[in-house]
């Protein structure tokens, strides 16, 4: 089986690898388990001079790391540099906090001593997609090499050289050769990797469907998984909402990384008395927005990663029409060569319609026009999705009441959702389980073990 490079701005092959066998796979899976018995001695100190080191050559191969994804996956190079300096600072904060986060917790009353101990178990897989190439691995692998685990990464099948890079990465930064591993694998060659008796875990950041089947296949083998998977985002702007930010943030959430973002803000829904002014700003907003070629650094969007993934966004773009939308900008294919897709926004919707109840994964915006805040929340909730969402009001105390009513794995107010390394990042519902980030993302992938004295 080939693993193919197609570069989404031109549709040519940009580069293709050979799938490793299984015969690799099993290679490589025993001489990850045999560095584990090693790594999982060393302290936290040298754990973190390593991921130190990894975030220097972050920083330093920042724009040939971007080159690539605009290669592989059509970010615009700017966003791609930012991505890697963002990898940088997970990889800082777990070297810089990782050891009290993994420190012994007395605990009183239990016993004449008590303690909890949080140790690692061996190898993590990591099944990761290609809108953020290097952000969606580090965010796992920092904290899981930090905690004294081992990681295996089985990448989106498109960006098969940043999962190269990242190995390497690890590797020149000082890292045991077979601490962290790429397997250049397909799908169907998963569940053979969680059979293996050294992988304990496995987090997957995808979609809906390749949750379901990663987590079944973990599921009857008894071995824990983290899900994080789409997102169907409110944007609720209220009456007394600062329009400049909420304007300026939601083209930001919408359209960078051409939309193809599961934090990203996707149902726009505004108060009827700025509804208007808030369209207006936004389609102006979009107009002034380039759209190109990702390797340009003046592009601020470059193409969606696929053909097929934008035969998909068009779909229900018509089917937002077909159920009563106005389609007020954009809202078709272009011609030419490339994925490219133009700033869409789609308005006045039934909140009813099965497609608002999906992801939209490209630079489509919905926007829904209410009356009251209750109507509000109810649109907000009305999808099965529960990622993130934001609440734009200048009473930031009421902004709280309507955040506690919004189902959701995190809510900002006033600001950009995002996924930040000082706050547990996950959803609910069909959006998935288990947190990443923070605290509580390093103590997802350890043997949390009370030692009880008397």
Known sequence: MSIQSLNPATGEIAASFEAYSEGQVQSILESVADAWSEWKERSFAERGALLKKAAELLRERSGMLAEIMAVEMGKPVRQGEGEAVKCGTVCDYYADNGAEMLAPTPVEGAGRKAYITYQPLGTVLTVM???????????????????????????????????????????????????FRTLLIGARQVEAVLDHDSVFAVSLTGSEFAGQKVASAAGARLKKSVMELGGSDPFIV?????????????????????????????????????????????????????????????????????????????????????????????????????????PTIVADVPPAADVCKEELFGPVAMLFRVSSVDEAVEIANGTPFGLGGSIWSKDEDGAEKIAARVRTGCVFINSLVRSDVHLPFGGTGISGYGRELGTYGIREFVNVKPVCIG
């Not at 290609?130 to 904290?143: C, E, G, K, M, S």
């Not at 011609?335 to 490219?340: H, S, T």
Request: glycine content about 8%; overall charge negative; hydrophobic content about 40%.
């Open 129 to 179: 997609p290609w809108n953020f190439p290097l952000w969606q691995v580090f965010r796992i692998a920092a904290p899981s090499l930090m905690a004294g685990n081992a990681v295996v990464l089985k990448h989106a099948s498109n960006v098969p050289q940043c999962a190269l890079e990242i190995e390497k990465i690890f590797r020149d930064a000082g890292f045991p050769e077979n601490i």
């Open 238 to 342: 209220l009456d007394d909402a600062d329009m400049d930010e909420a304007v300026k943030t939601a083209i930001i959430s919408r359209c960078s990384n051409t939309g193809q973002t599961c934090i990203a803000a996707k149902r726009f829904i505004v108060m009827d008395g700025v509804y208007d002014e808030f369209l207006s700003r936004m389609s102006a907003a979009m107009d002034k927005l380039v759209v190109g070629d990702p390797l340009d650094r003046d592009t601020d969007m470059g193409p969606m990663s696929s053909a097929k993934l934008r035969e998909e966004l068009q779909e229900q773009v018509d089917r937002c029409v077909a159920a009563g939308g106005c389609a007020v900008r954009g809202g078709s294919i272009p011609e030419g060569p490339g994925f490219y897709y133009p």
